[in-house]
């Protein structure tokens, strides 16, 4: 493939403050490059890094002089304007059942596939980022990642944790030759138990519309409403390379509700989901 991205999202968070670290390569015709970006609930920054200066062994990503990992990440970085410094370590994985793309992970040249790495585990730490510096010890953590050519036209996507759990749900246009469809994927991981919600096992959007997104699958109806922006701009793949902008708010206002069988097994409303909405 001539034109390609990878990349994986890490989310650190605690009562009082949130940090998600981006570490990424790309590749097109012209351009190889890597980066780490990290996104907060008070800004967004990046840092570009020679394509060289990018490796990857089993699970663990080296950019420069920073580090990322099932275990934990390490980021030092220094240049004109940023200064981050982190060690921080993961507890236990919560790994997805099986990968969450379900069969369309066997389809050929999809733009786009995206794999949960981490529902929930534990963080401990510290990250100090132009001065301002965090403790995480007693704070949770999710771990996903993307890779393809480019990031679907239209999409949202939203994390948070919630009581005794997280959840995560995507929806995007997927193009698959002449073909459009609303693709959807999707879990709530709530007290030790799983719920999956995907398009290959039939989950159908009702709404998509003024930052509210509700999902129906058999028994099951997932909402997810954005109250709140406060997002910041990132760098997305178009084409193997990392220059679309995005929107992505790592700590607002939130709406959650999952109904199965007419019964609400959860309803929360957060101020510390992260979300996309790029419809």
């Known amino acids: 493939m ?21 570490a990424s390569y790309s590749k097109s015709k ?16 990046n840092a570009d890094f020679p394509f060289e200066d990018f490796s990857e062994s089993k699970d663990c990503i080296t950019i420069g002089r920073s580090r990322f990992s099932d275990k934990g990440v390490k980021v030092d970085i220094e240049r ?34 995206h794999s949960v790495y981490n529902m929930l585990h534990t963080v401990s730490g510290k990250a100090a980022i132009n001065g301002k510096e ?22 949202a996507w939203t994390h948070a944790f919630i009581e005794n759990g997280s959840l995560m749900l995507s929806v995007a246009e997927i193009p698959i030759g002449k073909i459009r469809f609303t ?26 519309k003024d930052g509210e997104i509700v999902i129906k699958q058999k028994n099951m109806r997932l909402t997810a409403k954005l109250t709140e922006k406060r997002h910041y ?12 902008l995005i929107r992505e708010s790592a700590e607002c206002g939130a709406y959650y509700k999952l109904e199965i069988n007419g019964k609400t097994l959860f309803e929360t409303n957060t101020e510390k989901a992260s979300f996309e909405y790029e419809l």
């Open 2 to 22: 001539k034109e390609y991205f990878y990349g994986r999202y890490y989310k650190c968070q605690t009562d009082t403050d949130t940090v998600a670290f981006i």
């Open 80 to 113: 004109e304007g940023l200064n981050i410094k982190a060690d921080i370590a993961f507890g236990k994985n919560t790994p997805v059942k099986y990968d969450i793309m379900g069969p369309f992970r066997f389809v050929p040249f999809m733009e786009c596939r």
């Open 183 to 208: 693709g959807i994927i999707g879990v709530v991981y709530i007290d030790g138990k799983e719920y999956r919600i995907a398009t290959y096992k039939g989950a159908k959007a009702e709404k998509i």
């Open 134 to 155: 965090t403790c995480f010890d007693g704070g949770k953590g999710y771990t996903e990642g993307d890779r393809g050519r480019s990031f679907p036209r239209v999409y």
């Open 30 to 45: 012209d351009k190889r490059s890597a980066s780490v970006q990290i996104i907060t609930k008070d800004g967004a920054y």
């Open 233 to 244: 701009e990132l760098n997305a793949p178009s084409n193997g390379e990392m220059t679309r």
